[in-house]
């Protein structure tokens, strides 16, 4: 008896590590299809909350394992990662006290109820200056194009909702044996495969050839300013083998440079000439000390080596880039605390604008749908995120990193390109298929084509799936007040 208490507890942690497997963390994308499969049958012994917390801590414990690369720069990222993964994981044990109390009522409330309660989750987690886009269920199948398309036309989160669908059709198949149950899982890939079947409209606009100068510095290099003259002629080196492919855009990543490139001429006015004698345009990240605040920036260069535009980050890190409510912490007395791992926040961008026809979401901005969205609706016609991910030393964040810029591309039908330093440089079509990439530094040539067109995702967002989501959470709780309590199993 004690051995099968023991086993019932793992379920959950099973669960976990098969979420955990079908991230790109991991990369076994198929397994998304089955793996809250173990969870869902331990909602069957009512401790909805345990079993919740258990599975959530193992997904993020195991998704998140990258947070502890930084413990290189302080141990203080151990019991941020504990915090991280508790804040992470107790909402989903809430969920687990919902969903084994709609199990009793039937399949099909438990279907709804499971449905809406994990896509709402996903949806809930983004917001707010805590909010997070990374473990979401969408991403294990950023490898698979033709079952991404519907990001297109409901965005992301209407792909995790059908992945749970199918969750819930493959458990009570197993269970029940039952054909209809299939269907559903059936029904749920059919949903997600049937816009992959729509003909994208074509690309019209000329070829543009885009260099991206990836590299490998290491944070610790980077953070050095007695680096500056060395990382700047290795970076112009890379710029001077990207003109000699004659692109019309040269892209470096994030921060390259220990300086605010801007404020420094000696190193602007190298830059600025590599655009005159490659005769292209060149887009960078830097910092940029402006009216007493820094704000992390990208700067657009043309051809003649005059600044064309600055985009300043409207999403900074929490915790990495900024300290959320910090006067709190301040009155708490913990200021000399949060100073400790972080002396100044970095100031937030105000002014949502594309460069010249180029969004540029800037590293963790691409990891959210909004962002980017919202610079296409701005006039963006290609999104081009610049990103330093030598943060986390070729640890899992960086395919998962490079996954989200899968979706940016499909919800937008924009090319999609990624700049990183010390992570994943590469071009995505706009029907997410992952055209080049590379990890390695050296140059990445590839071409892409600006649009023009809007897709249903960009014109709405997420609205009209969280508006369906609330219609069925609603008519759920009209079919609790008018149903008796007691259902049989197949009812």
């Known amino acids: 008896m004690a051995f099968r208490r023991i086993g019932k507890a793992l379920l959950p942690v099973a669960s976990g590590v098969l979420t955990a497997l079908a991230l790109p963390g991991f990369g076994a994308g198929p397994l998304v299809f089955v793996a809250l499969v173990p969870w869902f049958w331990t909602l069957e012994d009512g401790r909805g909350f345990r079993n919740g917390v258990l599975f959530g801590a193992t997904l993020f414990a195991l998704d998140f394992r990258w947070v502890l690369t930084l413990f290189r720069f302080t141990p203080l990222v ?76 409901a965005g992301p989160l209407a792909i995790t909702a059908c992945l749970v669908a199918a969750n819930v059709g493959v458990y009570y198949l197993v269970r029940t044996r039952r054909a209809q149950f299939g269907l559903v899982a059936a029904a749920a890939l059919v949903v997600l495969a049937a816009p992959g079947l729509v003909p994208m409209a074509p690309d019209v606009a000329p070829a543009e050839r885009v260099a991206v100068a990836a590299s ?110 910090r006067r709190v912490w301040e009155a708490l007395g913990l200021g000399r605390l949060a100073s400790s791992f972080l002396p100044m926040d970095l100031s937030f961008g105000k002014t949502v604008q594309a460069l010249a026809g180029i969004g540029t979401p800037i590293c963790f901005e691409s990891t959210f749908s909004s962002g980017s969205r919202r610079l296409v609706l701005r006039g963006a016609t290609l999104l081009v995120t610049v990103t330093n991910d030598a943060w986390f030393a070729r640890s899992s964040e960086l395919p998962t990193h490079f996954a989200f810029g899968v979706f940016r591309a499909v919800e937008n039908r924009r090319w999609f390109v990624q700049a990183a330093n010390g992570g994943i440089s590469g071009i995505v079509a706009p029907d997410g298929r992952i055209v080049r990439t590379t990890s390695e530094e050296g140059v990445l040539v590839g071409d892409v084509h600006r649009r023009t067109d809007l897709t249903p995702y960009t014109r709405v967002g997420d609205l009209p799936v969280v508006v369906l989501l609330g219609a069925v959470a609603g008519s759920l709780l009209f079919v609790r007040r008018r149903r008796p309590a007691a259902q049989s199993e197949g009812e």
Do not use: C
Not at 90 to 112: K, N, Q
Not at 223 to 232: E, G, K, Y
């Open 78 to 153: 151990v019991v941020g990662y504990i915090l991280l993964v508790a804040y992470l994981a107790v909402p989903v044990g809430v969920i687990g006290i919902l969903l084994s109390r709609a199990r009793r009522r039937g399949p099909w409330v438990f279907l709804g109820v499971s449905v809406v309660a994990w896509t709402l989750l996903e949806f809930l987690r983004g917001l707010g200056p805590l909010g997070i886009g990374f473990s979401a269920l969408h991403l294990g199948l950023y490898r698979i194009p033709s079952l991404v398309q519907l990001a297109a036309y």
């Open 216 to 325: 490998t510095v290491s944070q610790e290099a980077k953070l050095n300013s007695r680096n500056l003259s060395a990382l700047t002629e290795r970076y112009l080196a890379l710029g001077e083998e990207a003109i000699s492919t004659d692109p019309d855009l040269l892209v470096f990543p994030e921060s390259f440079l220990p300086a605010y490139i801007l404020q420094a001429p000696r190193v602007f006015d190298r830059f600025a000439e590599l655009a005159r004698r490659g005769e292209t345009s060149i887009l960078f990240g830097t910092g940029d000390w402006r009216d007493g605040g820094i704000y992390n920036s990208a700067v657009l260069l043309d051809s003649t080596g005059a600044v064309l535009g600055v985009y300043d980050m409207l999403r900074p890190v929490p915790f990495g880039e900024y300290v959320p409510a």
